[in-house]
């Protein structure tokens, strides 16, 4: 199994609801290094996963819906808390409808699997992984 | 399937047992960093693997029990050799243990799975992952 | 010339005024991940620096003031675009007025200099130092 | 499950043949910071996955057949594109011969998986994994 | 004294002259990852040391001459051999250059100084820093 | 002014003595990443402040001298505690002795200072810089 990964990141504001997140029920924000990796089992005709360029592309445009935002007021996230393992799963599920809506090619079709890690901090991160 | 891991650090004293460690047999330590990661299929109603205060807290106090100790004398570890993978496994089953008896709260009942990484060097990392 | 230096992070939101900002004038957020370093001449009798564990926890307390908050809000940065460079120079600031209230022990007033570097993300960061 | 995994590095020349390379179809170069990693679900009467060592030793000498030279002249890479996945099985496939033919001694035949991940820059990786 | 700093890389392929210089006279490769600091004593009136998507846009420019490239080719470097020291200094110094010419806008002229590090591998780098 | 560092690590063993110390007093251990600069107004002929494999190899000389061991047995620690900062100070000290006994060749007379910093774990780390 082969695997490409790229990596950049978003900053954003927002606030948690449930007394479980303590401080973090206040207005606060974060930077996330956002990791993502296409998986498939056998390379293309190039010798590719996927054309990486094509892969870093796809990953900016969807954090730039997110990035330099309040996601408390964010239509599309409404109704849930932005923690980091849900905004690895809507970042990983706007990846997915994008390679299917012919984003990075035909080759696209071929992907087999996604992961995404977002890094909240130098001692925290979480990911989300699924099938395509 | 979700992951959050945290990240936390442990120094201490040990030696080796077996021609096949060379120097490694003296008395000498290491500095592990040690990322423990918590897995599960679907976020609980908060949007969360688990409290990433209470996981990073169960890490502390797992690695609160070997940090600034010569493991050659830890009664809990004798007739082992306390290599990078045996602390991995060590430390997971430690943790294992302390979710069970209700560490992480009633949502660590919904976790499925357990890894520990322990980075011994810029160089060089051991892992040991289980079910919960 | 020695130097010791603690890594800790905040999670702050906030907002900037003036159009070079482009869209992080609207209201977003950062992780800052903090490295705060204490310079002196010569070692102390202990050997060190300063108290590495003083040292870590003079930081966590300025960064708790800062923490899961909006930045925008907080009256004592009323007037000032807390941009990474204006927060390190914050930070540094905080840091020597409690190393002058004796919060690092006696041993604080042979300090001769601190540095704060803050990493807003995987590309970029900003650094202050001031003598002590 | 347990995993060991060591570090190393090459510095390599070469050129890729495709239109989707863009300007990479320009004779440039790459650092690959490499990572091997062995699995293996029991630890052997040492208490390791395999030799350290021995595993840094042979992933040195795999590296060393490719480092400091200009891949588009290396017969043994002849008609592929040395894409950093495509590298990153060249290399466990070699790890994979070797680790067959004794290289890391008979331990090795209990190892059942290998993963190698190639980093190309700090923003880009691929791996490889394949079982033993 | 504040600083700014901003990462980028850049992946080329180039030979050495001279014995010193062992394996690495064959033609290779590498890829440096580039950290360009700016240095100024006071903030601007927005607070910053450099508008710091233009600090990456000029960094960007200038690894952009050299990247997807065989330096060994370049008739501006011809004679002097690339080292990882010598295209610090390089890039420095072609920064310095599109600062004097106004690539900063006005606030450029209130720099004093720029560091330049380029990262070879996980275990390798060099600086070259100079006034402005 | 131009800098090359490389990086190298050990694993040793040892404990502190005074109160200040609190649990490290007792014995533990550490991993130290360890990081050399050797700085240099100008580059000499091959375009090189050092040659890079000759400035690993010495750094590699000096830990060998201490990794694997427990420091509180080497006679040539006697008295001292060896903090993080003391050890950076006497690795600087013996990579100077032997760049004066020429172990990097009659280059090294022209090295204007070293700096080494020893990193202790992902939180922490000291330096130790000196002319030469």
Redesign the interface.
């Known amino acids: 199994?082969?695997?490409?990964?790229?990596?950049?990141?978003m900053?954003?504001?927002?606030s948690?609801t449930?007394e479980?997140?303590?401080?973090?029920q206040?207005?606060?924000?974060?930077?996330?290094?956002v990791d993502a990796s296409f998986r498939r089992a056998e390379?293309d005709g190039?010798?590719?996963?996927v054309?990486?360029?094509a892969a870093?592309g796809v990953l900016h445009e969807v954090l730039g819906e997110l990035?330099?935002?309040?996601l408390d007021e964010d239509p599309g996230l409404a109704g849930?808390?932005?923690?980091?393992?849900?905004l690895?799963?809507v970042i990983a599920d706007r990846l997915a409808l994008r390679i299917r809506d012919g984003a990075l090619g035909p080759g696209g079709d071929d992907l087999e699997g996604l992961a995404v890690t977002l890094h909240?901090?130098?001692?925290?991160?979480?990911?989300?992984?699924?099938p395509l």
């Not at 900053?11 to 927002?14: E, F, N, P, S």
């Not at 990035?67 to 309040?70: A, Q, V």
């Open positions: 199994m082969f695997s490409v990964t790229v990596r950049d990141s900053m954003i504001a927002h948690f449930g479980v997140f303590g401080p973090a206040r207005l606060h924000g974060a930077t996330y290094v390379l190039d010798g590719v996963v054309d990486i360029g870093a990035t330099y935002r309040n849930t808390n932005t923690t980091t393992e849900a690895a799963r909240e901090s130098h001692v925290a991160w979480a990911s989300y992984e699924r």
